[in-house]
């Protein structure tokens, strides 16, 4: 049987292991269209679309851990730039219950896959607000971005950019 308050907030220690988002927000947010209203029109060829995402989390509390999806985004180069996007979308998450050799892989995958829909659908909302058709990211393999990462902690080179 679930806590009443949903949130995690009664369970006691020995309980089931958990996983409770308990507040999710908008840290940073740019988005720039600097060569409107040029760059509304039909475009010669489709633009070069760049997407880079990172996960960065640091721990609040024995349990409580803030884990931010910073995304970049751009269409067009140089001159030819449409539009950039820059977005830090955050969450706090407390872990009860958890193995603490498995703390680490929930804060870098899971919590960054909850957060993914909200981020998605910001970019989305910011790129058809701004004029243009709206972006929609594929969904993002968090484990092999974790993988990525970790491969590179150890110095071996990485495979691929999410």
Do not use: W
Not at 50 to 68: C, G, P, R, Y
Not at 112 to 137: E, K, M, N
Not at 150 to 161: S, V
């Amino acid at each position: 049987m679930s806590d009443a308050n949903g949130n995690g907030a009664n369970a006691g220690q020995g309980g089931a292991p958990a996983l409770n988002a308990l507040v999710q927000y908008l840290k940073d947010f740019s988005f720039e269209n600097p060569n409107a209203p040029n760059s509304l029109g039909p475009q010669e060829r489709a633009p070069n679309i760049s997407i880079q995402v990172n996960v960065n989390a640091k721990q609040l509390a024995q349990t409580d851990f803030e884990v931010s999806l910073t995304l970049e985004a751009s269409a067009g180069e140089g001159a030819g730039l449409l539009f950039k996007l820059e977005l830090e979308y955050g969450g706090v998450f407390r872990l009860l219950n958890i193995p603490q050799e498995q703390i680490h892989p929930i804060v870098m995958i899971e919590c960054p896959r909850l957060l993914f829909p909200f981020v998605r659908q910001i970019v989305a909302d910011a790129t058809r607000d701004g004029g243009f058709p709206p972006l929609y990211i594929d969904p993002i393999d968090f484990v092999a971005l974790y993988q990525q990462k970790a491969a590179e902690a150890a110095g071996q080179p990485g495979t691929a950019n999410a």
